[in-house]
């Protein structure tokens, strides 16, 4: 046979179960699973010895549907086996069906011909669970989770043994769907099943869903909504803070006592555990975010493998500052380089050094306006992962704390990170402190009594407006998106803009995003978006584009990862589409940004400067 007639002949099979609908008996469907196995199996291989990248990249698209589809099957044939009362077949039917597999078809058409026989007395498995447990070699809880997820997302049972709805009908019915991760909608489904009451429907009296939100909608249909709507970091997020506020609200979480507490010794390591307030919270936020920077002093110095940080640390260790005259001499700031020396045309190819030109194209040129670094470079020092004492993300935040910890007796002049407190609020929440809340840049709910207790200790900056001390445009006069101009375009964007980036807001770079800076584009809050390193070279290389959507900088994805073509914002760090406005009860994790911003602990902007 050909390849294009036995092509032909597969596609009309893939239809058969449909045409034939009755005409296919028992063995038939069994055959054609076993053939669509079989068919899969071959195709991975082959995929395996081709070799090629565009082929690998189709058969994980086509692997990931067939997992989806699995996952909903085993959920919906779990619900069938409950369903069907499979449990209750007699013993000699089970052993028969296990050596059904492998057999003629005619043994199995005439075997499966017959009604099912049920057991006479005590059966041998007391429900589903069980018999799905035995039959399928996995664990009993395994088997009834499979069940659980059936009666929240594909049906349930009554008494009388009928069908009736499952009990989130919304998420249900995107399960249904798969145009979202059905493991994703099966685990949210269970986290929100724990904040209702217990389900009754099996003893004729349903119980309705009760669980939700500030804004009067069921937080089962909030979650469909964001699942179907965000990314699913953004959504995982926004659906985990509702979760929380509501058991906070009902009085499901007790709060534990607030705290520095010693652990144990395990090794030689010492085991510490904090717990703090939201206000607390933020400050511990900025210092980790700062301690991953590779730009700022501080930033390099937390890189720095814990040896070395610990010889410089040290009160009884001689000053660096008397090591040599050159140590002095690289530590000395540079002169400011004056007006008429600067050029706003790009250097000429013969005039790069092989450095610059490493460095020379316009992604990166732009990405190094927008750094927010505050030291020449150091290629000793970034190149961190070479050393093969480099601290890790978490070590990263240790060496931070330590050197702040030990700032006041440590000699020299090393650079620690002040950690900055930023909380953003509606206008209005000003005006209803009893019940506003606010939100941090790192994504903290700040509560009623704690939001008062820090206004009353910290100044307002205004951010929409602005002052003669707060600039929010500088024109031609300032490359660099810094101070209250960048603090103004966080506040906005909140984090880069790049639809479920988790980038910190201390790690973000600010891009001329509407006219580049080399072509005559002006420093101001309209002028910048927030952008990761990533994100901005992206931008720069044209693999995604900044639009400008009613004043807000919107993100439009390559074709083949979002074929609708529409401009996004980034909701991960609480940022709002165009348009959108919070519920003013809302909590403000899930609220968007705000005007104006409270700046608790004056320290160094996220640029690094002083």
């Known amino acids: 046979m050909k390849t294009t007639a036995l092509l032909a002949a597969m596609r009309e099979m893939c239809q058969g179960p449909w045409k034939l609908g009755s005409q296919l008996t028992s063995a038939m469907l069994l055959e054609l699973g076993t053939m669509c196995l079989s068919i899969l199996t071959a195709i991975g291989r082959l995929v395996h010895q081709s070799k090629d ?98 009666h929240l997302l594909i049906g349930r049972r009554t008494a ?72 699913p970091n953004a959504a995982r997020k926004q659906i985990g803070a509702q979760i929380n506020q509501y058991r906070e609200t009902h009085g499901m979480i007790i709060p534990p006592k607030l705290g520095f507490f010693i652990g144990k010794v395990i090794g030689g390591v010492h085991t510490f555990h904090l717990r703090t307030d939201a206000s607390q919270a ?116 240790l060496n931070a704390l330590m050197a702040i910890l030990a700032a006041s007796a440590t000699p020299g002049k090393q650079k620690n990170i002040v950690p900055k407190v930023l909380v953003y609020m509606w206008l209005s929440d000003l005006q209803n402190l009893a019940e506003a809340h606010g939100v941090s840049a790192h994504g903290v709910d700040i ?20 002052s003669n001390s707060q600039p929010l445009d500088m024109g031609r006069s300032q490359r660099f998106h810094k101070g209250a101009i960048r603090t103004a375009i966080m506040a906005r964007d909140r984090g880069c803009i790049v639809p479920d980036c988790t980038t910190p807001p201390e790690n973000t770079e600010v891009d001329h995003y509407d006219v580049p800076w080399s072509e005559g584009g002006e420093t101001s809050v309209w002028s910048g978006a927030g952008l990761c390193t990533t994100g901005h070279h992206q931008r720069h290389a044209d693999q995604l584009k900044v639009v400008d959507v009613d004043g807000l900088p919107h993100v439009i994805l390559p074709e083949h990862l979002d074929p609708e073509q529409k401009p996004r914002r980034n909701t991960y760090w609480g940022a709002l589409q165009a348009g959108d406005c919070p519920d003013r009860t809302q909590p403000a994790e899930s609220a968007g940004p705000t005007p104006p911003a409270t700046d608790g602990n004056a320290g160094p902007d996220p640029d690094g400067s002083p």
């Open 53 to 150: 990248p565009r082929l690998v990249l189709l058969n994980l698209q086509l692997i990931e549907q067939v997992e989806q589809l699995a996952h909903f099957q085993k959920i919906a044939l779990a619900f069938d086996a409950e369903l069907t009362a499979a449990h209750a077949l007699s013993l000699s039917t089970l052993d028969t069906l296990r050596k059904l597999p492998g057999r003629p078809q005619a043994e199995l058409d005439a075997c499966l011909a017959q009604p099912p026989q049920l057991a006479s007395g005590r059966t041998c498995y007391n429900n589903a669970e069980e018999l799905i447990a035995a039959w399928l070699g996995i664990s009993f809880f395994e088997a009834q989770r499979r069940i659980d997820d059936a």
């Open 160 to 231: 009388n043994g009928e069908e009736c709805a499952p009990r989130f009908e919304h998420l249900a019915e995107l399960f249904a769907q798969g145009s979202v991760d059905r493991r994703r909608i099966a685990q949210i489904s269970r986290q929100l099943e724990k904040l209702e009451p217990g389900d009754t429907t099996f003893d004729g009296v349903p119980a309705p869903l009760r669980a939700r939100g500030t804004d009067g909608q069921l937080l089962e249909e909030s979650a469909a909504q964001a699942l179907a709507e965000l990314g």
């Open 282 to 397: 933020e400050v511990l936020h900025s210092m980790a975010a700062q301690s991953g920077s590779p730009r700022t002093k501080a930033g390099k110095a937390a890189r720095k493998p814990a040896n070395s940080r610990s010889a410089s640390s040290d009160p009884d260790q001689p000053s660096q500052e008397n090591d040599t005259a050159a140590d002095q001499e690289q530590n000395r700031p540079a002169p400011p380089t004056p007006d008429w020396l600067i050029s706003e045309q790009p250097m000429p190819d013969w005039a790069r050094s092989e450095t610059a030109g490493d460095n020379g194209t316009p992604a990166e040129r732009e990405t190094a306006a927008e750094d927010v670094a505050g030291t020449p470079n150091d290629t000793q020092s970034q190149a961190g992962p070479a050393d093969h004492e480099a601290p890790d993300a978490a070590g990263r935040r």
């Open 447 to 466: 509560p009623p009594g704690e939001l008062r207790r820090l206004l009353a200790h910290a100044g307002i900056i205004p951010l929409v407006l602005g």
